[in-house]
């Protein structure tokens, strides 16, 4: 399925990743502003009993939202591309739809995982950890930048105004930004929240995957205790039913 | 002076009336707005706990008023972009042609953009005013004054940044770095006596005007949480953050009358 024009239709959204010149000059501050500035004035007010080092509680969790912010511009295009007909030239071009599909995913999992690689290395210098854990962070930046890729075009599809789309979007985008566990440990959450919340709040695909960051770059920082193996197979959940949810949606949208 | 008066209630009224076209920009970010109220403010004044020269500071009293302000000034600043995209499209050069002095002119857009921020912060404000309890109408309506005086004056800024820039590019990454950084070197999120461990980020805080604008809007709607933890006297406060609003104005009339010749790009 992955063949040369799949991965030269992602490899045309790489390069368009580039053209948000401002955008990532604005993500890129802000995500270090969160981890050197915030986190560190933070570490100093944050209960120890709670979290007892918040730079490094922080740190995985600025990774997965690096990952999740990159993989998620995919969607804004393919909705200008709806909104203004280009998807009709791309339909013209010769590649097969699915190869279509399937690289806008990819493109959308590309970005994440090339934005997200400083990140990382930030990660690997701060807390020391190399080795095979680092394979395992990949997968789970493809896997989560594959589910919001997905997310993010399926509902760049979902309605017809591109107004009430940018909303959307952002709505949801902050939604999952929120009400994940990058910025409070579960305990905290468990003890605060209605049950079902807490429930979607750690299901998220985002937490999944900065538990599991958290697990391999900052193992007891807090007392979540989580499997490893149950949190990638949840994620590997996530992942399907979103790349298959967001395949379908946007080769409908194509046809229609 | 009567006719400058005219002139600078049409450019006020010209900068207001844009307020229909940003409805979904709106709904945007209410409902971030909203999730930073009732979810990580809540949740976040759960772990955290400081003290002020006076005890126990209500960190989640503190954090609603530093929501507001973000909003607040992440809505004057994209004014700015607003600018740029009128010089690209020539709309300030019709401006400057029309027969009305620059100085009203800078001045009226100043105001006008104040007033439309202030506006569109308006249902934020409403809802930082009934869960923070804001003791008195004569409270909000100082709240009002002080947030709208604090919103020319970044229109201000942002005006004359992309009057200087004019180029969009380089506005928009300004902007975005600008944006993330000034926030969060400065109250909005923490307490002075927070930032006092790392000396560099406590003197920036100082000197900060968004950290005096949002500790101002703090001693005003609640007094009590207030007190101690400002990054200065209340009075010293007032008077930055009104001379913060003049220069801006200044800024961008002296920019408007010198280096708008030559339309944009050029």
């Known amino acids: 399925m992955l063949g040369a ?25 802000m995500n270090l502003a969160d981890l050197f500035i915030f986190a560190l004035v933070f570490r100093g007010i944050v209960r120890r009993d709670v979290v007892p080092d918040y730079f490094y509680f922080l740190a995985p969790g600025i990774a997965s939202i690096a990952a ?20 009709h030239y791309l339909l013209s071009l010769p590649i097969s739809r699915i190869d279509l599909v399937v690289g806008r995913i990819l493109g959308g999992v590309v970005r994440g995982v090339v934005y997200q690689m400083p990140f990382i290395a930030l990660l690997v210098i701060l807390t020391g950890v190399l080795g095979p854990a680092l394979a395992l962070a990949l997968i789970v ?51 605060r929240l209605p049950e079902p919340v807490y429930t979607m709040i750690v299901n998220n695909p985002i937490s999944i995957a900065t538990s599991i960051y ?43 | 002076m009567r006719e400058d008066l005219k002139a600078l209630a049409l450019i006020i009224l010209w900068d207001v009336r844009k307020l229909g076209r940003y409805k979904f920009f709106l709904a945007m970010r209410f409902a971030w707005f909203l999730l930073q109220v ?4 809540l949740i976040v004044a759960h772990m955290v706990s400081i003290r002020g020269p006076y005890g126990p500071i209500d960190y989640y009293k503190f954090y609603v008023v530093g929501a507001y302000m973000a909003v607040l000034f992440s809505m004057s600043i994209m004014r700015g972009h607003e600018i740029v995209e009128e010089l690209e499209d020539g709309l300030i050069d019709y401006q400057l042609s029309l027969p009305v002095k620059r100085r009203v002119l800078a001045i009226g857009r100043a105001l006008g953009g104040g007033i439309a921020s202030f506006t569109y912060s308006l249902p934020m404000l409403l809802v930082a005013v009934v869960v923070l309890g804001v003791p008195s109408i004569p409270h909000v309506i100082l709240l009002a004054i002080t947030t709208f005086l604090f919103a020319s004056g970044l229109v201000g800024v942002a005006m004359s940044v992309a009057l200087w820039l004019r180029s969009g590019d380089k506005l928009d990454i300004l902007m975005g770095v600008s944006d993330s950084l000034l926030v969060r070197l400065s109250t909005i999120f923490y307490p002075i006596v927070a930032l006092t461990p790392i000396a560099i ?60 010749e030559g339309g944009y790009g050029r």
């Open chain 2, 201 to 260: 980020y406590y003197y920036l805080a100082k000197v900060n005007p968004v950290s005096h604008a949002v500790d101002t809007l703090r001693v005003i709607a609640v007094p009590e949480h207030a007190s101690g933890i400002t990054v200065s006297d209340p009075l010293v406060m007032a008077s930055y953050i009104a001379g913060f609003t003049l220069a801006s104005i200044l800024a961008a009339i002296t920019l408007l009358e010198r280096r708008i």
């Open chain 2, 38 to 41: 009732l979810v990580f403010g």
């Open chain 1, 141 to 191: 930046t493809i896997m989560v930048s594959a589910s919001m890729s997905s997310l993010s075009i399926a509902l760049s599809t979902a309605v017809k105004s591109l107004e009430m789309q940018a909303t959307i979007r952002s709505i949801t985008y902050f939604a999952i930004f929120f009400l994940s566990n990058v910025f409070y440990p579960e305990n905290v959450l468990k003890t």
């Open chain 1, 5 to 29: 024009q799949t991965l030269m239709v992602a490899y045309r959204d790489l390069q368009r990743f580039w053209k948000y010149k401002w955008w990532l000059a604005g993500l890129i501050t």
């Open chain 1, 68 to 87: 999740f912010a990159a993989a998620f511009t995919i969607g804004r295009e393919v909705m200008m591309e709806l909104r203004r007909g280009f998807h």
């Open chain 1, 214 to 256: 958290r697990a391999i770059f900052t193992p007891g920082i807090v007392n979540d205790t989580h499997q490893v193996e149950v949190l990638l197979a949840k994620l590997t959940l996530w992942t399907i039913t979103l790349v298959v949810v967001g395949a379908i949606l946007y080769d409908r949208n194509l046809k229609n």
